[in-house]
């Protein structure tokens, strides 16, 4: 992405440095304009969940939506177990993804002036490309019916072939973000290494990851963050069964999932209330990610 | 990244305009006599079973009458009545019947104009072919879990089950299960396409799913020794139908009183069959 060009760097003569002042005030006015509506829709959407959250923790329905059992049409509304269900279906997206990224990442980089190493790269790259809504198609013509046929139990629908799916999708968020902190080593740290006679593998292990700590540390948050957010996936694959889960072949259903199902509903009924308590769940989730990544992010004290 | 970036957009426009180029409505035929020298919008919104066929009508519509616009939007039977309770669309839909506390507080007039039936579904290679209703209620709630207790092969029975907001599951659990329960760990799909899907894939599995989404790919259960075909939802025999309403504030205004007379013209009841619902008359 090293396409931006700086704007004074084409500028000759003097008269031309007036130009360039005032094309430097109107870029700056229209970034900060960006900025500016971006974190005026952030706030309106936080805005907007409060106003039709709030009303539920006044009228004392917040603890029948905060309870563990989903049966709308038996007049019970907890939420619960969709709050299990993201943190689950994230944590063990995670799980299968973090290790399988860091590898791929420690190979790619090792091995950067080998064709299988530039392969890697570049079929990790070209996976952010690929829809969400293609995995999901994809997994449930493909690993539904496996898992379903080999563990001979429950539909194919469940947590273990969602995970699965969603490792695969989170993979390249995690890969991109360490391989971009460990393009920071600076070259006079690599020629030290390769002078002390570390070996390719030795030298990402021992001298690029540590250095690449923090990064390693926001590309497992980062790749959270997209798992909890993702709803496709989810809604595809899981089963969307409001239960907890307690084997990787039950049906579960994500927060993100509850909403796409349920939006449709009478906007009337506590259900579409428990639309909006989950939105806002959401949204502190997000919150929290980000927060966690910004304190990752700053410099060492 | 950039340009794989843009190779995958490339791959989903050309998915939009192979979608958009599906072959046209046969209704843009028919005369759309009844909009001669009218002009206006008309809002549609509620039911989301009717959602395609008011699409199609209102496409023809304003085709042949450049002056009308119709915009078509879903929310579910109970927001079809709120809106057009309060006036802010023309046409309210609903897949049920209004309550007489509806028709009353708001003064709504209805018009039917088509029936929807809902199939218990199964794999096609499951022996089993006839349910009692109360075996469906049964399944459904967990206390029937093999399909050997119904006559087919020892395997454990999959649930599948429709979304909350789903009118095709409104119909199915009021004249099918009798409001009975639904077990929890039952898989939820979001349409009936991907209901279809679900059951055409697992050789477990019991569904239900809009007779007019039935095909090859999976089998239709008898009620009690009633197939679920068209015929027999409209003779009444089979038992797990509704009929789907346009309902408006009072009288309607000409323009649409206009859209409802197409909806209920025989080309309009092309549009209806199109989509698998079943005429009225």
């Known amino acids: 992405m090293a396409s931006g060009q700086n704007p004074l760097a084409d500028t000759g003569a003097a008269p031309s440095l007036r130009r360039a002042a005032r094309r430097e005030t109107l870029v700056r006015t229209a970034l900060l304009g960006a900025t500016l509506i971006s974190g005026l829709a952030i706030c309106a959407i936080l805005g907007f969940l409060l106003y039709f959250s709030l009303p539920l923790v006044f009228q004392g ?10 049966r709308p049409f038996q007049g019970d509304f907890g939420i ?6 993201s943190l689950l279906l994230a944590f063990s997206a995670l799980f299968l993804a973090y ?12 091995q950067q002036h080998h064709p299988w190493g530039r392969l890697v790269l570049a079929v990790v790259r070209l996976m952010t490309g690929v829809p969400t809504v293609v995995y999901g198609f994809v997994s449930v013509f493909l690993l539904v019916p496996l898992v379903r046929t080999w563990f001979e139990q429950g539909t194919g629908f469940c947590w273990l072939t969602a995970g699965l799916t969603l490792s695969i999708l989170i993979l390249p968020t995690i890969v991109l973000l360490i391989w971009s902190q460990l393009e920071q080593t600076t070259p006079e740290t690599r020629l030290a290494a390769i002078a002390l006679g ?25 790749g959270f963050g997209r798992a909890v957010g993702d709803t496709l996936v989810a809604l595809m694959v899981a089963g969307n069964a409001p239960q907890i889960s307690t084997s990787p072949l039950d049906a579960l259903r994500t927060l993100t999932a509850h909403i796409a199902l349920v939006l449709a509903t009478d906007s009337t009924s506590l259900a579409y209330g428990s639309v909006f308590a989950s939105g806002l769940i959401l949204f502190a989730t997000a919150a929290a990610v980000n927060l966690a990544l910004r304190r990752l992010k700053a410099p060492p004290p | 990244m950039a340009r794989f970036l843009s190779a995958s957009v490339l791959i989903m426009l050309m998915a939009v305009l192979a979608l958009s180029a599906a072959p046209p409505t046969r209704a843009q035929e028919a005369p759309l006599t009844g909009f001669n020298n009218l002009e206006g919008n008309i809002d549609i919104a509620g039911g989301t079973a009717h959602i395609p066929v008011m699409k199609d009508a209102a496409a023809a519509v304003m085709k042949a009458n450049p002056k009308v616009r119709i915009t078509v939007a879903g929310g579910g039977s109970g927001v079809g009545v709120q809106k057009v309770g309060e006036g802010l669309v023309d046409i309210g839909n609903t897949g049920r019947a209004l309550t007489p506390q509806e028709v009353e507080k708001f003064g709504l007039k209805s018009f039917p104009f088509a029936i929807d039936g809902v199939a218990v579904a199964v794999h096609p290679g499951n022996p089993v072919g006839n349910l009692s209703p109360q075996q469906v209620q049964e399944i459904f709630a967990g206390k029937i879990t093999d399909w050997k207790a119904v006559g087919g092969k020892e395997a454990p029975i999959n649930l599948f089950s429709r979304d909350e907001a789903s009118g095709t599951r409104e119909v199915f659990w009021e004249k099918c299960l009798k409001k009975g329960p639904v077990l929890e760990k039952a898989n939820i799909v979001a349409s009936n396409g991907a209901m279809k899907m679900a059951v055409a894939q697992d050789p477990n599995a019991i569904g239900y799913l809009g007779i007019g989404h039935v095909d090859k790919t999976v089998r239709a259960v008898k009620l009690d020794g009633v197939e679920p075909t068209q015929e027999n939802a409209k003779s009444g025999k089979y038992p797990v139908v509704r009929q789907l309403y346009m309902n408006t504030k009072g009288e309607p205004k000409p323009l649409v009183k206009a859209f409802i007379d197409f909806i209920l013209s025989p080309a309009g009841g092309q549009i209806i069959q199109k989509h698998g619902y079943i005429l009225l008359k």
């Open chain 1, 61 to 70: 329905q917040a603890g029948e939506i905060l309870a563990w059992r989903w």
């Open chain 1, 198 to 222: 570390f070996t390719p593998s030795q030298e990402v292990l021992w001298v690029h990851f540590p250095q690449a700590s923090r990064g390693l540390a926001a590309a497992a948050v980062l």
């Open chain 1, 99 to 110: 290790p399988v990224g860091v590898g791929l990442c420690g190979f790619a980089f090792s």
């Open chain 1, 80 to 85: 619960l177990p969709m709050v299990v269900g």
